[in-house]
């Protein structure tokens, strides 16, 4: 996993990039990510069943009258060894807010105007699909979504209106039905058909030498539906393609061209499963800042919208970091994984807008909370104390308390808590009592 919400580049793209985790400035053209293992968070066990793990001793449940007084040794209980996070709670409280106030605002508000004139003055019909791929992949589609869509839905209109041109160019045509695929137009497959041999009904040969539309056919067929054979067949077909020329292109690494560059990133993911920060972080960087064509305004706002979205970013983290150390769960619930930058590196990878500030936050807590009961039925409860655990929850009730050890009672409190800070919030925004159907959510849930 990438920790971008660590890294921004420099405000200009003759500047070098600002690296804050050593707080001073490298002259390198990249950005050096932070690579560390990926904890994944485990499903919730069926709690007759325990699958071992290559780390741990497999689970064994005791079924006891009294769970409370049962076990007073926590020696006696199973531990997974979880290691400790590698960002400290100092670390993060350290990173610097730089890319905030007035003057960066209105450098990127000013910065956005500039190109969405861009966007919308191009003639050209396919420099203008260029133009919002690009923007796309730099991570700054999402300031112009109502242009791109009037864009795009007149496309569409023409098409319905000549569903068959004169001229055929694969490239041109795999980037429009992709990106009005994207955008929910249903575009059908059979556009494809063109760039068939007739007598066989297989690709033409010829694809492969025209790579930029071998890889334009390649990343349109991820998106296809199930049961349309036309783009899986062109999925299988493209992929033979780009792997011969990456095998041809190998030998002259030295000298790798950007459209190496492209086709290499696209035969380890496509375009389509790939996380829109990360994937802005290496556009810019690997093949934007290197084009001879590159828009020195286009680069300029890129890398501010993705300053200032980190900055945001670090702000949301701190919060959390702040509030994961006031609970004090890490020390009263030492079993459980310290995940709070992982579950919140998974919330920016959902929704990285910056007006979903709140949904990263609560939903960081969430999947901070969903962990540490998890780790609680997977490594550390009893089956007794499950069951009451459990029972406690369905029927969200604390006077259920006094029947739960103390461990699980932190639990039970946390859930509870965290579950009426959420509703206070939505009465608060909106108007309307949820926590009904939120308690009847964490029943269900811990009830499987």
Same mark, same amino acid.
């Given at each position: 996993?990438?920790?971008?919400?660590?890294? &921004?580049?420099?405000?200009? /793209?003759?500047?070098?990039?600002?690296?804050?985790?050593?707080?001073?400035?490298?002259?390198?053209?990249?950005?050096?990510?932070i690579s560390k293992p990926k904890p994944k968070l485990k499903s919730k066990s069926n709690l007759k069943s325990r699958s071992r793990s290559s780390t741990c001793y497999p689970i064994q449940c005791t079924v006891v009258d009294n769970p409370s007084s049962t076990i007073t040794n926590n020696s006696d209980r199973r531990s997974a060894n979880y290691g400790p996070p590698i960002w400290s709670f100092d670390f993060v409280q350290s990173l610097p807010i730089q890319y905030k106030g007035e003057s960066y605002t /209105?450098?990127?508000?000013?910065? +956005?105007?500039?190109?969405?004139?861009m966007l919308i003055g191009v003639e050209n019909s396919l420099a203008q699909l260029e133009l919002i791929d690009t923007i796309?992949?730099?991570?700054? /589609?999402?300031?112009? +979504?109502?242009?791109?869509? /009037?864009?795009?839905?007149?496309?569409?209109?023409?098409?319905?209106?000549?569903?068959n041109p004169i001229n055929y160019d694969l490239y041109a045509t795999a980037?429009?039905?992709?990106?009005?695929? &994207?955008?929910?137009?249903?575009?059908?497959?059979?556009?494809?058909?063109?760039?068939?041999?007739?007598?066989?009904?297989?690709f033409k040969a010829n694809i492969s030498n025209d790579i930029?539309?071998?890889?334009?056919?390649?990343?349109?067929?991820?998106h296809g539906k199930k049961g349309e054979s036309i783009l899986e067949e062109a999925r299988i077909f493209t992929t033979k393609c780009l792997k011969k020329y990456k095998l041809m292109s190998s030998s002259n690494n030295n000298n790798m061209t950007l459209i190496s560059l492209l086709v290499n990133h696209a035969l380890e993911m496509p375009l389509q499963w790939r996380i829109t920060r990360s994937e802005a972080k290496w556009f810019i960087e690997e093949i934007y800042e290197r084009?001879? %064509?590159m828009n020195p305004t286009l680069l300029e706002f890129a890398k501010l919208d993705f300053n200032m979205l980190q900055s945001t970013y670090q702000e949301e983290l701190k919060v959390l970091s702040r509030w994961w150390k006031d609970s004090k769960l890490g020390e009263k619930l030492?079993?459980?994984? %310290?995940?709070?930058?992982?579950?919140?590196?998974?919330?920016?990878?959902?929704?990285? +807008?910056?007006?979903?500030?709140?949904?990263?936050?609560? %939903?960081?807590?969430?999947?901070?909370?969903?962990?540490?009961?998890d780790d609680m039925h997977d490594i550390y409860g009893t089956l007794e104390e499950l069951q009451l655990f459990t029972n406690a929850l369905q029927r969200w009730d604390l006077k259920e308390l006094d029947k739960l050890p103390d461990?699980?009672?932190?639990?039970?409190?946390?859930?509870?808590?965290?579950?009426?800070?959420?509703?206070? %919030?939505?009465?608060?925004?909106?108007?309307?009592?949820?926590?009904?159907?939120?308690?009847?959510?964490?029943?269900?849930?811990?009830?499987?």
């Open positions: 996993m990438q920790c971008i919400a660590f890294h &921004q580049f420099a405000s200009s /793209s003759s500047l070098p990039i600002w690296s804050s985790i050593d707080n001073r400035f490298t002259p390198k053209t990249s950005i050096t990510s /209105s450098r990127l508000n000013k910065l +956005e105007k500039d190109v969405k004139r796309q992949r730099l991570g700054i /589609s999402y300031r112009f +979504e109502n242009e791109i869509i /009037s864009i795009l839905k007149e496309k569409f209109t023409n098409n319905n209106n000549n569903p980037l429009q039905f992709r990106l009005l695929r &994207q955008y929910g137009f249903e575009v059908p497959q059979e556009i494809f058909n063109n760039f068939k041999n007739h007598k066989t009904g297989e930029m539309g071998a890889l334009g056919l390649y990343e349109a067929s991820f084009k001879q %064509d030492p079993f459980v994984r %310290d995940r709070l930058v992982e579950c919140f590196l998974w919330q920016v990878g959902v929704r990285f +807008e910056p007006q979903f500030s709140y949904f990263r936050i609560m %939903d960081t807590k969430l999947y901070v909370l969903l962990t540490i009961i461990y699980m009672k932190t639990a039970f409190y946390f859930t509870y808590n965290f579950t009426n800070e959420l509703a206070f %919030d939505v009465l608060q925004e909106h108007g309307f009592v949820h926590i009904e159907y939120f308690k009847k959510l964490v029943s269900l849930y811990w009830a499987f």
